[in-house]
């Protein structure tokens, strides 16, 4: 068996977050929805919302937008705002026409937004009435990911979370591996586990609603995403157990979370050595190709999605990487323990933030390379500053061993870009002459 | 409610931020909660600025939601003076803030800064992006210009460019060019590129140029009345309203001179005989009304397209719309529904469309030709390389793109003698739209092409029945005509009560519609 390293001390487990409010620059929980649709083949997520709501969709969505997507917004308008009555009407009706016009859908969430949260329409209740009204057809659901309750992926966890209480009840000894993942990457990690020797291996969330995996007292869940605290509570509450580990991200982070399912059931040294050996020496001469460009390179992360506490510890550990500071928009301690106690000791953590703040701290540490949104990247770049933009890190299929050397290409090509088109690293865009776009020169 | 998939126009605070966007000196301080900061992203992105939108977000939380959310409000007012340094304040709210009753306005205006405070009213669940726009460049303009002196240069200002508008960039350029021709000067460019200290010298232009209505009109009404400031009424795009704009300009300034025209190319492209397929081709136009119908005009006068079908997303034009379409002969659609454009586009069949980027997709579903007139657009309309469409040379770009997405006459008549040809069979398609050729199938015919459905769920049936043979006859027609022929055929059967479509119904209807 490969050596664990424990787990629950050292590295920054115990060190002070700094914890920031101010101005966020992030996504709402609705970004969630783009690839949730993705993963769940029978489902249709409404989103109960503004124009803003529907804007920020296809503004994130991109060309998506144009794919008969399983996501809308049914749009509030002025009339839903005098009376809430009507607003539960109204959302019967369009809800009957949704589903009539699109009888494949046998999951519905209706999802909430800043605005259906502040006028407290009841979207919990109308769920349940519209479960009975379609039943047996369509199961309809509701979670919330608006802005004021939760950050980017946090989105994932409240629709998930939603999802467990009606989770069937079963007594089998099953795994379950618990966050959305990419087809091609959820269908690597079955076929690792099945050659380790696990019998029963569950998915949350399933490809169909047919194919929902059971929870009962004999259940261990291991999470696969680290922004999913709410889901592990709720899988907690049905007396499933979880399984601590680091995320799989990287050679190092894929067999620790491999091992740490092995050691739960029983599986022996030499049997977990032939299963991982081949893949793991893939992974590492993928790895060390991006190593090349990221060695000895200082590294800054923006809070975005919960991601960059993992991916922090395999830049460093794998990558010889240095981060200078690392920003989540939450920490939760239980859940990030096994990859903050790989994290080198020491390394600045925040919480939250306050943009403004966080940017002169950045501006001050001058990083090699900015991990940050598409509202700050190209500011950045104009700085003078190398960004990898975050986003496509949830976007782009990244876990287990296969992608470990995608995954690290991904941080290494803006600094090869940079070399390639023979751009010093710290000459900010208007000393090169870069116009300002839209202004008339 | 309403059910939305796609929206043509954003909330009316993304308008406001496209004016302060596009300004220098101003900052926005906009009372919203977490993740509407993803407005943000089309300025960085979509148009690519190299530097933050100058707007600050409150960002509230629900633990923040009671009376925290207005300290919340005012303590970002005051780091963003404090940080940023604007000679004018603009505060507001998004959607969710408008559902609080915070007040921004009214907290802003007590808090004793000693630069103009500038409230917006932005109704999110009434109005959209333009209305946001043209609200925010409006007060903007009332809050700073006063009246005061003419220049002894003659001299107007250009009104309407922001952030995010589709070529406004270089429209500007070109107007500026046009005008510096005539020997006018321009005073102020706003809301692009102007600060709050050139606002204020709006008053110094003896008249106005209105280049986008829909982001300035109101402000453009308001200088008439407070600084006695005429307005132009002709958007300059194309050939004819470039030489209307010249004649309104010298109307208002008699000694203004005639601008050369010996960069335009247009006139004489479209009456070169490679261009005479184009006549009568069937246009579709959709976008926002300045856009359609500037375009409207260019197409069938400048082009010799034949308009079958237009339309605006933005209501309040809805009047200027109907009257042009009523001109034209034609029904206009105003709506902000993209499928009810889609069924509008498929009940038409033209053979080319001219709209925004959600067009362009319907286009590529329908297996229409496409080109992109109006925002919204996505990052490939805000190109490197200098294209207006207004103005001499934005009436060349115009003639590039409309024609460029149809098929070449050349390439059109040797497709048409070689439609049997193994390589122009037709499931290859035409080679410029990306599809990938496919070996003809021998034997008999291809999987007829599925109609894409659409979550409304409108799908058109054929009431009339294609017999084999007429259905095999289609299929000779040449694709790019080939809805039309359709189209066509079924009117024709429908209009005479004939349930079937034989070979010799298909060739009766080609003769009736002959012209």
Not at chain 2, 17 to 44: C, E, K, N, S, W
Not at chain 2, 216 to 234: D, F, H, M, N, V
Request: proline letters at 7%; charged letters at 25%; glycine letters at 8%.
């Amino acid at each position: 068996m490969t050596e664990m390293p424990h787990i629950n001390s050292g590295g920054c487990v115990d060190q002070p977050i700094l914890r920031e409010r101010g101005q966020h620059e992030v996504f709402c929980g609705l970004t969630s929805i783009i690839w949730l649709h993705r993963k769940m083949q029978d489902a249709f997520f409404l989103v109960v919302g503004s124009r803003t709501c529907a804007h920020l969709l296809q503004s994130a969505a991109g060309v998506m937008i144009f794919a008969e997507p399983r996501f809308a917004t049914a749009i509030l308008e002025e009339t839903d705002l005098a009376g809430l009555a009507d607003a539960q009407d109204e959302l019967d009706r369009e809800v009957a026409r949704l589903l009539a016009r699109r009888p494949d859908i046998r999951q519905l969430f209706l999802v909430g937004s800043c605005p259906s949260e502040v006028i407290k329409l009841d979207l919990a209740r109308a769920a349940e009435r519209l479960t009975e009204a379609h039943a047996p057809h369509v199961r309809v659901l509701s979670w919330s990911g608006s802005g004021i309750e939760t950050t980017f992926t946090e989105g994932e966890d409240a629709c998930l979370a939603a999802m467990v209480p009606g989770l069937p009840r079963g007594d089998s000894s099953n795994l379950l591996v618990v966050g959305a993942l990419p087809d091609v990457v959820e269908d690597q990690a079955r076929r690792l586990l099945a050659d380790l020797g696990i019998a029963q291996v569950d998915w949350l969330p399933a490809r169909r609603s047919d194919a929902a995996p059971q929870v009962g007292p004999n259940t261990r869940f291991i999470l696969s995403q680290p922004f999913l605290g709410d889901t592990y509570a709720a899988l907690e509450r049905r007396g499933a157990r979880p399984i601590a580990a680091p995320m799989p991200f990287g050679e190092e982070g894929t067999t620790a979370w491999l091992a740490s399912i092995a050691q739960e059931f029983d599986i022996g040294p030499e049997h977990f050595a032939r299963v991982t050996e081949a893949p793991r020496e893939r992974a590492r001469a993928a790895v060390a190709r991006a190593t090349e460009t990221l060695a000895g390179k200082r590294i800054f992360f923006f809070p975005d999605s919960q991601l960059e506490i993992p991916l922090a510890r395999f830049l460093a550990r794998e990558c010889a990487m240095e981060p200078v500071e690392v920003g989540s928009p939450f920490i939760h301690r239980q859940i990030t323990a096994p990859d903050l106690a790989l994290v080198p000791e020491g390394t600045p953590l925040s919480e939250g933030q306050d943009v403004d703040l966080q940017l002169d701290r950045l501006r001050a540490a001058a990083p090699d390379l900015t991990v940050c949104g598409l509202g700050l990247a190209n500011p950045l770049e104009a700085e003078g500053l190398t960004t990898k933009w975050a986003i496509e890190l949830v976007f782009t299929p990244v876990h287990f061993y296969e992608q470990a050397g995608d995954l690290a290409e991904l941080f290494a090509r803006p600094l090869r870009r940079k070399a390639a088109l023979h751009l010093s690293p710290n000459t900010p865009g208007s000393a090169r002459g870069w116009p300002l776009a839209g202004q008339p020169s | 409610m309403k059910l939305s998939v796609w929206t043509y126009e954003g909330p009316p605070h993304v308008g406001a931020i496209r004016v302060a966007t596009g300004m220098r000196g101003v900052h926005l301080v906009l009372h919203a909660p977490q993740g509407d900061t993803y407005a943000d992203l089309l300025f960085t992105m979509i148009e690519r600025r190299n530097h933050r939108p100058p707007v600050t977000y409150t960002t509230f939380q629900a633990r923040d939601l009671g009376a925290d959310t207005a300290d919340l409000f005012r303590r970002s007012c005051t780091d963003a003076v404090e940080r940023f340094q604007p000679q004018a304040l603009m505060v507001g709210a998004s959607c969710t803030a408008e559902l609080i009753q915070d007040d921004p306005a009214g907290m802003a205006e007590t808090m004793g800064f000693d630069i103009p405070v500038i409230p917006l009213e932005l109704p999110s669940y009434q109005r959209k992006e333009n209305f946001g726009a043209d609200e925010a460049f409006y007060q903007i303009t009332r809050a700073l210009a006063r009246p005061m002196e003419r220049s002894d240069a003659p001299s107007c200002n250009i009104l309407g460019p922001t952030g995010l508008g589709f070529r406004h960039r270089d429209d500007v350029a070109e107007i500026a060019a046009l005008l510096a021709d005539m020997g006018v000067e321009v005073n102020v460019t706003a809301p692009m590129g102007a600060s709050p200290e050139e606002i204020a010298e709006l008053g110094r232009a003896h008249f106005n140029v209105l280049l986008y209505p829909e982001t300035a009109e109101s402000a453009a009404r308001w200088c008439e009345k407070e600084l006695g400031q005429p307005w132009t009424r002709t958007v300059p795009i194309g050939v004819g309203a470039t030489r209307d704009f010249i004649s309104e300009v010298q109307a208002l300034l008699p000694g203004a001179k005639v601008p050369s025209e010996a960069r335009l190319r247009l006139p004489w492209y479209s009456a070169s005989v490679d261009s005479t397929y184009l006549t009568g081709k069937r246009v579709f136009l959709f976008g926002d009304a300045t856009h359609v119908m500037a375009m409207a005009r260019v197409a069938r006068d400048e082009i010799g397209f034949e308009v079958a079908g237009l339309g605006c997303y933005n209501r309040e034009f809805a009047r200027p719309v109907r009257a042009l379409a009523k001109e034209y002969g034609i029904e206009a659609l105003i709506t902000d529904d993209y499928l009810e454009v889609e069924a509008r586009i498929r009940d038409l069949a033209p053979e080319l469309i001219l709209g925004t980027q959600m067009e362009r997709h319907i286009g590529k579903r329908l297996g229409i030709p496409c080109a992109v007139i109006s925002a919204p657009v996505h990052v490939q309309d805000f190109p490197a390389r200098y294209s207006p469409v207004m103005g001499f040379e934005g009436a060349n770009v115009l003639f590039d793109t409309l024609v460029h997405p149809l098929v070449m006459g050349l390439e059109e008549h040797l497709l048409t003698m070689f439609r049997d040809d193994f390589e122009f069979h037709d499931a290859a398609g035409p080679s410029h739209h990306g599809g990938q050729a496919v070996a003809r199938v021998e034997t008999g015919e291809g999987p007829a092409p599925r109609a894409p459905r659409g979550i409304s769920g409108k799908m058109k049936e054929d009431e009339v029945l294609w017999l084999d043979a007429a259905e095999a006859e289609l299929k000779k027609i040449p694709f790019f005509v080939r809805g039309k022929a359709r189209r066509n055929t079924e009117s024709f059967a429908m209009e005479r009560g004939l349930g079937e479509i034989s070979v010799d119904t298909l060739y009766e209807a080609k003769a009736y519609y002959a012209r």
